[in-house]
T-cell receptor, first 109, second 116 residues
Framework: RKEVEQDPGPFNVPEGATVAFNCTYS??????FFWYRQDCRKEPKLLMS???SGNEDGRFTAQLNRASQYISLLIRDSKLSDSATYLC??????????FGAGTRLFVKA | DAGVIQSPRHEVTEMGQEVTLRCKPI?????LFWYRQTMMRGLELLIY????????DSGMPEDRFSAKMPNASFSTLKIQPSEPRDSAVYFC??????????????FGNGTRLTVT
């Protein structure tokens, strides 16, 4: 079993739609969680950290469920510019940062 | 402040040749990571350093790969001899414990390696 698993997609949604991605992790002792965004042929960039109580940043909402060992990302009112690959990131301990394979999102006009 | 700087941006080499990838982390960052990205395997952590000391190299695929960090501002990833299956994008990233939850990893632009 992979340490971090994501549905690769692609998710094809129209502008204005709400879309959600899930990610599961195998190490129950994992300490910190993030979502990164990666545009085609670019480097990954931090989208948001995921806090235990859940957190929101504009149109983006992240949730953590430690009991079931998954995190989620919800994007509301999708924009064309949201088209990218979204990477789930988990720290199983220390600074060993593990990336999921990513979920591709295409937002269409 | 300059970001993480990697060189070269692109490298094309023949099988059996030595390849050296270079990275300059953000000044003041005390963690440095080397990742490899392919379509099949995604982003794989190869090795990471703390204060120039290798902490975890369990992701280094085999003895052909080696990484060094002689000082706080420079790291290399070397492949000798290179093989076609090493073709990938290699990313360097740096981080600091002081700002970890707000911006945990800062990536360079990557080196696109092609081994023919």
């Amino acid at each position: 079993r992979k340490e971090v698993e994501q549905d690769p997609g692609p998710f094809n949604v129209p502008e204005g739609a709400t879309v959600a991605f899930n990610c599961t992790y195998s190490n129950s002792a994992s300490q910190s969680f993030f979502w990164y965004r990666q545009d085609c042929r670019k480097e990954p960039k931090l989208l948001m950290s995921v806090y235990s109580s859940g957190n929101e940043d504009g149109r983006f909402t992240a949730q953590l469920n430690r009991a079931s060992q998954y995190i989620s990302l919800l994007i509301r009112d999708s924009k064309l510019s949201d088209s990218a690959t979204y990477l789930c990131v988990v720290n199983p301990g220390g600074f060993k940062t593990i990336f999921g394979a990513g979920t591709r999102l295409f937002v269409k006009a | 402040d300059a970001g993480v700087i990697q060189s070269p941006r692109h490298e094309v080499t023949e099988m059996g040749q030595e390849v050296t990838l270079r990275c300059k982390p953000i000044s003041g960052h005390d963690y440095l990571f080397w990742y490899r990205q392919t379509m099949m395997r995604g982003l794989e952590l190869l090795i990471y350093f703390n204060n120039n000391v290798p902490i975890d190299d369990s992701g280094m695929p085999e003895d052909r790969f080696s990484a060094k960090m002689p000082n706080a501002s420079f790291s290399t990833l070397k492949i000798q001899p290179s093989e076609p299956r090493d073709s990938a994008v290699y990313f360097c990233a740096s981080s600091t414990n002081r700002d970890y939850y707000n911006s945990p990893l800062h990536f360079g632009n990557g080196t696109r390696l092609t081994v023919t």
